[in-house]
């Protein structure tokens, strides 16, 4: 599961990547929210290129994601991708949360327990039985 001396701090380590990028998905979505809403063709056009360059929610989403990443690269070389990977899915749990919170979406009954299996998963491949 991990190397030898490092059980914890990889944990920590997995907690802070997924939370880092859960948030710089929220920075992407306020920033692009702005901008009002885009087809594919958009992305083409220069004036929205510089639009998305010059957003500081989206640079800042973006210098999490590239935060995120680097720490990821520590986790991957310390712990088995098939008890860090899986727990990637708490950042469905954190998006969920800043989308009730934040962006004042709906959680309905069904995310709820999407949410609480992601949560039973999450235990289920962190734990030692």
């Given at each position: 599961?991990?190397?030898r001396g490092v059980g914890m701090s990889?944990?920590?380590?997995?907690?802070?990547?997924?939370?880092?990028?859960?948030?710089?998905?929220?920075?992407?979505?306020?920033?692009?929210?702005?901008?009002?809403?885009?087809?594919?063709?958009?992305?083409?056009?220069?004036?929205?290129?510089?639009?998305?360059?010059?957003?500081?929610?989206?640079?800042?989403?973006?210098?999490?994601?590239?935060?995120?990443?680097?720490?990821?690269?520590?986790?991957?070389?310390?712990?088995?991708?098939?008890?860090?990977?899986?727990?990637?899915?708490?950042?469905?749990?954190?998006?969920?949360?800043?989308?009730?919170?934040?962006?004042?979406?709906?959680?309905?009954?069904?995310?709820?327990?999407?949410?609480?299996?992601?949560?039973?998963?999450?235990?289920?491949?962190?734990?030692?039985?």
């Amino acid at each position: 599961m991990f190397k030898r001396g490092v059980g914890m701090s990889i944990l920590v380590l997995i907690l802070i990547s997924v939370s880092l990028g859960a948030v710089g998905q929220s920075l992407l979505k306020y920033g692009l929210d702005s901008m009002g809403k885009l087809v594919l063709k958009d992305l083409l056009v220069l004036k929205n290129l510089i639009s998305f360059a010059t957003n500081i929610f989206i640079i800042g989403g973006l210098s999490l994601y590239v935060l995120a990443t680097g720490i990821w690269f520590v986790v991957l070389s310390n712990a088995d991708i098939s008890y860090a990977y899986p727990l990637v899915s708490l950042g469905y749990i954190i998006t969920a949360v800043i989308g009730r919170f934040v962006f004042n979406e709906n959680l309905t009954v069904m995310r709820i327990t999407g949410i609480g299996l992601i949560i039973a998963g999450a235990y289920l491949v962190g734990s030692k039985i």
